[in-house]
T-cell receptor, first 113, second 116 residues
Framework: DSGVTQTPKHLITATGQRVTLRCSPR?????VYWYQQSLDQGLQFLIQ???????AKGNILERFSAQQFPDLHSELNLSSLELGDSALYFC????????????FGSGTRLTVV | DQQVKQNSPSLSVQEGRISILNCDYT??????FLWYKKYPAEGPTFLIS?????DKNEDGRFTVFLNKSAKHLSLHIVPSQPGDSAVYFC???????????????FGQGTTLQVKP
C-alpha cells in the first residue's frame, strides 16, 4: 500500500457519459498529480494541484477537469467520454514540488464502450 | 513531441547478468531524472534518481548514469534477479525559475524480463 488511494479501481461506462475519479493523497502530501496511461504509451501528465490550487497543466482535454478539495483529496472529472479515453488514470502525490519523486496510487482503469 | 524516449520496448536478460535500460531526452532544460518501476496492476514506484550536477548515482544493485552532452541516461541493474521483471519508466523534470512544479515527463517504458 503506497498510501495514495484511488477509487474506483475499475470503471466501465458508455460513450457520452461522465465519470469522476477520486484520489486521496498520502498523509502530509500537499501536491496531487494526475496522469493518463493509454495502451502502449507512457504516462502523460494531465494536471497538478498544490494545496487546493492548480499548479501546472499538461495536455488535458477541455472535456476533462479536476479539483483539489480542502481536505486535499482530488477528483478528476471526465465528460462526453469517447472510446479513446479508455486508459489507466494514475494519481500521485508529493509533499512539495515533487522533485524527490512522487508516490503513485494503483490507478483507475477506465473502459469506455 | 516526445521529450523523453525509451527506444527499446522490451529487454530480456539472464538472471545474474547485467540489465541496461536506456533513455534519451531532448529538452536541455531538464535537470533532474528519475527511474520508476511498475508491476502489473500496481502504480509506478520510485527507484532511483539523479541530478544534472552528477553523472552517476548508485543505490545497491541499481546505478543510474547521466551523459548530459549526449542527453542520455541509463539504468544498470547488477546482478539482475527475476523479481526485477517489470516495466521501467524514465522520467525528467525541469526547474523553471522559482516556479518548479515538479511535473515529470515520462518515457514510454521498457519491459524487462529476467529469466531464471
Amino acid at each position: 500500500d503506497s498510501g495514495v488511494t484511488q477509487t474506483p479501481k475499475h470503471l466501465i461506462t458508455a460513450t457520452g457519459q461522465r465519470v469522476t475519479l477520486r484520489c486521496s493523497p498520502r498523509s502530509g502530501d500537499l501536491s496531487v498529480y494526475w496522469y493518463q496511461q493509454s495502451l502502449d504509451q507512457g504516462l502523460q501528465f494531465l494536471i497538478q494541484y498544490y494545496n487546493g490550487e492548480e499548479r501546472a497543466k499538461g495536455n488535458i482535454l477541455e472535456r476533462f477537469s479536476a479539483q483539489q478539495f480542502p481536505d486535499l483529496h482530488s477528483e478528476l472529472n471526465l465528460s462526453s467520454l469517447e472510446l479513446g479515453d479508455s486508459a489507466l488514470y494514475f494519481c500521485a502525490s508529493s509533499v512539495g514540488s515533487g522533485r524527490g519523486g512522487y508516490t503513485f496510487g494503483s490507478g483507475t482503469r477506465l473502459t469506455v464502450v | 513531441d516526445q521529450q523523453v524516449k525509451q527506444n527499446s520496448p522490451s529487454l530480456s536478460v539472464q538472471e545474474g547478468r547485467i540489465s541496461i535500460l536506456n533513455c534519451d531526452y531532448t529538452n536541455s532544460m531538464f535537470d533532474y531524472f528519475l527511474w520508476y518501476k511498475k508491476y502489473p496492476a500496481e502504480g509506478p514506484t520510485f527507484l532511483i534518481s539523479i541530478s544534472s550536477i552528477k553523472d552517476k548515482n548508485e543505490d545497491g544493485r541499481f546505478t543510474v548514469f547521466l551523459n548530459k552532452s549526449a542527453k542520455h541516461l541509463s539504468l544498470h541493474i547488477v546482478p539482475s534477479q527475476p523479481g526485477d521483471s517489470a516495466v521501467y519508466f524514465c522520467a525528467a523534470s525541469a526547474t523553471f525559475g522559482s516556479s518548479n512544479t515538479g511535473k515529470l515527463i515520462f518515457g514510454q517504458g521498457t519491459t524487462l524480463q529476467v529469466k531464471p
